[in-house]
Structure formats: C-alpha cells, structure tokens
C-alpha cells in the first residue's frame, strides 16, 4: 500500500509540473507575436501565422489534459 501511495504522489507530482509547463507555454504564446523553432545550423525558423495557430492550439489541448481534474 505505501508503494501505491508514493507512486501516486509521484504521478501527481509529475502531472503538476507538467500543468504547470503547459500553462506557461500558453501565457508565452498567447504573448507572442512571433515564435520561432531552432533550424538546422541553429538559426532562427520563424512560424507562419498558420503554424502559430496550431503551436497555440497543441499547447490549449496539453493545458486542458494535464490541468483537468482526473
């Protein structure tokens, strides 16, 4: 039993960092007016408005999942 509850502490440990992750990655890109990822020489690779729309949408499902009462 007091492994189940330490695994249980853990996940919801895990699962509130994660919360925590998604909600700050949704302040940051409802902020942005631009974001851009890492290319393959290290520069910059602006998002399109379009891909912008799907990196804040990805990131309103990851709040949604990981902050949602279980």
Known sequence: ???GKADREKYLADRAATCQAARDRVAKYKD???LYKPGPNGE???LTSEELDVERANANRALEQFCSEE
């Open 1 to 3: 039993k007091a492994a």
């Open 44 to 46: 910059r690779v602006y």
């Open 32 to 34: 942005a007016q631009r």
